[in-house]
């Protein structure tokens, strides 16, 4: 999918709740930590297998001392926190470089008017550590710089890291109407109230990464009631209470529409996900109004009319409506007294329209994960090794072909949020030569191989949004038809990526259950008149979203056409069913800063899903799978996932917790050393599972540099002119060896979302031109120094400074010294004219060439010829 505009970015404090503590809690803490690190190299200590008895059992007495203090500590510091009663403030220290993350353009951003590559405090993260800390944040706020903050939302990804964001009080109630579209607490309490939880998620859709959609018009929208048939299929069907499975036929009630919409091609050839107040999903192009034109001829009606959720009719064709939401999508629907109202709010109040993830115009191949590849038990040695030919491949061919190397360090036409270095290489593949360049491929080489011993295999794959039949849908809509045929049959999907009746293998992330969608591709000129974008469309006969476990509000599929794996997963899905479970309900509540801080707290403390996943992942590779455990399982992660919605939780009966038990004590599967980092002493021991195959499948060839065709790399061609001679200057010399020597500490790596790496970078090429230096002077002053004088094999921090004025160079440079368009012999790497787009090799090569193929034609033609004799 398209990524949003990675170009516009601000920059926050990311703080933790231990920066909120006063000075006798701060000295309490510290004294904390040093047990706590002190405890760290015990454990290390003791892990060595080489220890004689005495020293192991001076050990142990040392680890139960430490122990003790860290709870006596612990108790005296939540004491403190206890006895204070005072508004909390954000301590000074806190405020550094390395508490700064740098997050993405969104709505938030542009309501507050914060302009793009800057430092704001009008927000402030805050990730938990303390509970207590928290409660105090949350009910009274707390000041920084004179400045009173409040709790402002935690979107369901920051509730899962614990982290809450908060904004001046100020700016707050400056822009509350923008925000909320008009609604305010007061208005959802006297309506009823909200599940808290479900109130901060669509409050922080705000605060998603969009572009601005400039030609948005609210008043070519209207909402209508989502489509929701029963589809009779079996079904597993799991009693939460006593954990009996039993395998029936029922009607399961499906709503194909859940977080879909609609818009007119006109206005977006292209399905994207979109963000408005209170309003998120994904919206498909589907010709809405040729649909109503087209049956309003057949059954001779003058006019269509559909109602709103309100009940307000609407003519579509003459209220030129451009867009259809559902009410799905439209979160806090309740607490309007219509669409009219939203409307109004949303243009009186300024409130704005967001875009993201757009189709991409080039959809490239992806990735398995090991979780789609472990529930495939019965694979045998060559059907992995050829499913994972294309990993190896790209393993061998490091450092041997450049088209590889370019591919891996991202230069794609897929990308288009090329770097600077990435542009570079595109435009000069001679850049693979230097030093840099070779180190990144081996960092990269490592990475591609530990990925793909840990299940992350190329496969013939690519992401798909997962659209409802939206002929269907109309069907449903406009003609009142509320058993729709549509165009898809039940294991029919379209998707116009691949070829009419192939068969794909549709498969989505988090993969727990065995979860291989396998249908056919049907692709024919009716279909392909409504279904014009390039996501996967399923049937609304088909319960595809029950056994996937999918919404439609912007849910990605990887559709595999590999036919091997294809085979392999049919295979393996025989006799497979979805799952069903009667969810709970989410209870609503009146919104207070008690209630969120409850609310946080219970989602916090609800359940760790990651545990259950884990469980889950041990069983599939274990010598004796349980597909009833597995299903149990798949169950209470659901229902762990809504907990902090619903606050139910289901209670295993003491029989099935015995069989669960057996299987989940064991330590995690020895493929997690290379998916999750895992020591060799915490995993098991490496079986014939699927994943821990791939161990002795995936080759770690040592990295040998001996590809001939990648031209004479000049590294003056990166600089304002390739004659000049630059003099050294050893003062901006030793600032950027300091610089970047610090820099590694000052980047915090915990969160690659929102890394402060531009902001640190930023700062960098700021303080080497702090003196009044010319940015163009320095720039080629550390060329010259780095590529020439050190060749140096580490310049990530000469190109994230500099990188702008480096491609410019190199462009200007490259028109000079080549007139036309220019590429590089196939064979020996020289850069030739490119006469036409079939130009591969310079005329020496090219001579070369066609006397091989005359040679092997007459080889071949000698062959034929002694066979016939």
């Known amino acids: 999918m398209n990524k949003i505009s990675l170009d516009k970015q601000v920059h926050i404090y990311s703080v933790d709740t231990s920066c909120f503590y006063n000075d006798l809690e701060y000295k309490m803490h510290s004294q904390l930590n040093k047990h706590y690190i002190y405890r760290n190299q015990l454990k290390k200590l003791k892990a060595k297998k080489s220890l004689d008895n005495v020293y192991q059992q001076r050990l142990d007495t040392y680890f139960e001392n430490v122990n003790q203090r860290i709870k006596k500590f612990k ?102 109407d923008s925000l909320m579209c008009g609604l305010s607490t007061e208005k959802i309490n006297k309506n009823g109230g909200v599940n808290i939880n479900k109130y901060l998620a669509y409050l922080a859709l705000c605060n998603s990464a969009t572009d601005p959609w400039d030609d948005f018009d609210i008043n070519r929208t209207i909402v209508v009631d989502d489509m929701e048939t029963k589809v009779n299929c079996v ?31 006109k206005k977006s050839k292209k399905s994207m996900m979109v963000r408005l107040p209170w309003i998120k999903g994904l ?146 593949p001679e850049l693979l030569n230097d030093t840099y360049s070779k180190e990144i491929l081996k960092q990269v080489k490592k990475s591609l191989v530990k990925e793909a011993k840990s299940g992350k295999v190329d496969i013939e794959g690519k992401y798909a949004f997962l659209c409802p039949d939206l002929y269907a849908f109309c069907q449903y809509t406009f003609l009142n038809d509320k058993s729709p045929t549509g165009l898809l049959e039940n294991n029919e999907v379209f998707c116009k990526l691949f070829d009419d009746g192939v068969k794909l293998d549709c498969l989505r992330s988090p993969h727990l259950y065995r979860e291989h969608a396998i249908r056919v591709n049907k692709i024919d000129k009716e279909k392909s008149r409504w279904f014009i974008s390039k996501g996967i469309y399923t049937s609304c006969h088909d319960p595809i979203s029950k056994l996937l476990m999918f919404d439609n509000d912007g849910d990605k599929s990887l559709v595999c056409s590999e036919p091997k794996l294809v085979d392999v997963a049919e295979r393996n899905m025989k006799d497979i069913v ?76 003491n029989d099935k917790k015995q ?76 600032r950027y060896k300091s610089l970047d020597l610090k820099s590694h500490y000052m980047l915090n790596h915990d969160d690659e979302s929102k890394s402060n790496y531009r902001y640190i970078y930023s700062s960098i090429r700021n303080q080497l031109l702090s003196d009044g230096y010319d940015e163009t002077y320095v720039a080629d002053m550390l060329i010259e120094y780095l590529y020439k004088y ?36 196939e064979t020996c790497g020289k850069r030739i004219e490119m006469k036409s787009n079939r130009t591969k090799y310079c005329e020496d090569c090219a001579e070369k060439n066609e006397q091989e193929q005359l040679r092997l034609r007459v080889k071949k033609h000698r062959t034929r010829k002694s066979v016939t004799i």
Request: overall charge positive; proline content about 3%.
């Open 659 to 734: 069989i669960i038990t057996q299987y989940t004590k064991s330590k995690v599967p020895y493929f997690f050393i290379f998916a999750k980092g895992k020591d060799v002493n915490q995993v098991n021991e490496a079986n014939e599972s699927v994943v821990n195959r791939l161990n002795n499948i995936i080759p770690n060839p040592r990295l040998n540099f001996k590809a001939a065709n990648l031209g004479n790399f000049d590294y003056k061609i990166l600089m304002s002119s390739p004659t000049l001679s630059v003099h050294l200057n050893q003062e901006i010399i030793d």
């Open 578 to 653: 979805p799952l069903f479970y009667n969810m709970a309900k989410a209870e609503a509540e009146p919104i207070s800063q008690r209630t969120v801080y409850s609310g946080l707290i219970t989602a916090y403390t609800g359940g760790n899903i990651g545990t259950i996943s884990n469980d889950i992942t041990k069983i599939w590779n274990s010598d004796a799978v349980s597909l009833d455990v597995i299903k149990w399982l798949c169950m209470e992660n659901n229902f762990t996932i809504d907990y902090a919605k619903t606050l139910y939780k289901v209670q295993r009966p």
């Open 283 to 428: 919206l498909v192009p589907f010709p809405f109004d040729k649909f109503i034109r087209e049956n309003s001829k057949k059954a001779e009606l003058k006019k269509v009319v559909v109602k709103d959720i309100y009940g307000k009719e609407y003519d579509i064709l003459k209220d030129r409506i451009e867009i259809i939401f559902t009410k799905s999508q439209f979160k806090m629907w309740k607490y309007y007294s219509s669409w009219d109202e939203y409307k109004q709010n949303f243009v009186e109040y300024g409130c704005q329209a967001g875009k993201c993830n757009e189709e991409e115009d080039i959809v490239h191949n992806s990735k398995l994960n090991y979780q789609m590849l472990q529930t495939l038990t019965d694979m045998t040695h060559e059907e992995l090794a050829h499913i994972s030919r294309n990993s190896i491949k790209n393993i061998m061919n490091i450092g041997q072909d450049r088209h590889t190397m370019l591919r891996i360090l991202g230069v794609t036409a897929s990308n288009m949020h090329k770097n600077y270095y990435q542009q570079a290489l595109e435009i000069y």
């Open 790 to 825: 050190k060749n140096s094999s580490y310049k990530t921090t000469l190109w994230e400074c500099f990188g702008d004025i480096m491609l410019e160079n190199l462009k200007k440079n490259l028109k000079n010294k080549y007139a036309g368009k220019h590429t590089l012999c």
């Open 75 to 176: 108790k005296l510091l939540g004491d403190e926190f206890e006895r204070n009663g005072d508004i909390r403030t954000l301590r000074s220290h806190a405020a550094n470089e390395r508490n700064i993350i740098s997050i993405f353009d969104s709505v938030l951003t542009r309501t507050l008017q914060i302009p793009p590559d800057t430092l704001s405090e009008d927000i402030i993260y805050v990730q938990t550590y303390f509970f207590r800390i928290l409660e105090d944040l949350i009910l009274d706020g707390f000041m920084f710089r004179g400045e009173k903050y409040i709790c402002f939302t935690a979107s369901a990804g920051q509730i899962r890291t614990k982290k809450t964001v908060f904004i001046k009080e100020k700016v707050f109630e400056k822009h509350r």
């Open 235 to 265: 079904v597993d069907f799991i009693n939460e209470k006593n954990y009996e499975i039993e395998r029936k036929t029922m009607d399961v009630p499906i709503t194909h529409t859940d977080g879909c919409g609609m818009i007119l091609p």
